[in-house]
């Protein structure tokens, strides 16, 4: 298993161009999260899934989108980077959401100029 | 909501004993978990506590105590492999969101 796979590793944007974070676990996980990390503030959700065709928010949705038409697949979309947007990227998933350990890809860390 | 606080930083000497706090603020608990992230990697998972008492598990040990909305990560017989940050995250029962606190960054000296 391949576990929690995510490109790319690092991204350089300018402000106001988009695109998509690939998020992609092998586990048959039904729950897929996806988390912005920060110094000194800790990993906060985006977004959410518990399942394909399922989405919801986390606690900071502005300015990012979500869909899940696989369970393999969670990617995080971009709509108008900002710089406030620069941070580093984790996807996790788990078998279910309650009390089941999150297992974290290794990060994009996203730079918006 | 939830206000997750814990340490900044702590320093610990090779072979020692530290323990890492976390105090939590929740509307409906569903559990706590402690995480492990060296610098520039992901979180790996630790340790789980839903019930109050001490989980071990190796040279690490987490206590919960719902009462109070407080948990320890105890590490033993420390290593210099042991410096990384310890996340603390809680979960509540009517939204499927986990909180993450800002962690706490772990040196371990000689």
């Known amino acids: 298993n391949a576990g929690v796979t995510q490109t790319p590793k690092f991204q350089v944007l300018k402000t106001g161009q988009s695109m998509t974070l690939q998020c992609a676990q092998d586990?048959?996980?039904?729950?897929m999260s996806w988390y912005r990390q920060d110094p000194g503030m800790g990993l906060r959700l985006i977004h959410y899934?518990?399942?394909?065709?399922?989405?919801d928010q986390g606690e900071v949705p502005n300015g990012y989108n979500v869909s899940r038409s696989t369970t393999e697949d969670f990617p995080l979309r971009l709509l108008s980077a900002a710089p406030s947007q620069t941070s580093v990227y984790f996807c996790?998933?788990?078998?279910?959401?309650?009390?089941?350990?999150?297992?974290f890809g290794p990060g994009t860390r996203l730079t918006v100029l | 909501g939830q206000n997750i606080d814990q340490p900044t930083e702590m320093t610990a000497t090779e072979g020692a004993i530290v323990q890492i706090n976390c105090t939590y603020q929740?509307?409906?608990?569903?559990?706590l978990f402690w995480y492990q992230q060296h610098a520039g990697e992901a979180p790996t998972f630790l340790s789980y506590?839903?019930?109050?008492g001490l989980e071990e598990k190796g040279r690490f040990s987490s206590f919960l105590s719902r009462s109070k909305g407080y948990s320890y990560l105890l590490l033993k017989e420390l290593q210099m492999k042991d410096s990384a940050s310890y996340l603390c995250?809680?979960?509540?029962?009517?939204?499927?969101?986990?909180?993450f606190g800002a962690g706490t960054r772990l040196t371990v000296k000689p």
């Open positions: 586990m048959n996980h039904e729950y």
């Open positions: 995250a809680v979960r509540e029962w009517d939204n499927n969101d986990m909180r």
């Open positions: 899934s518990v399942g394909a065709g399922i989405t």
């Open positions: 929740t509307s409906g608990f569903n559990g």
């Open positions: 996790a998933s788990s078998y279910g959401q309650g009390t089941d350990t999150q297992y």
């Open positions: 506590n839903v019930l109050d």
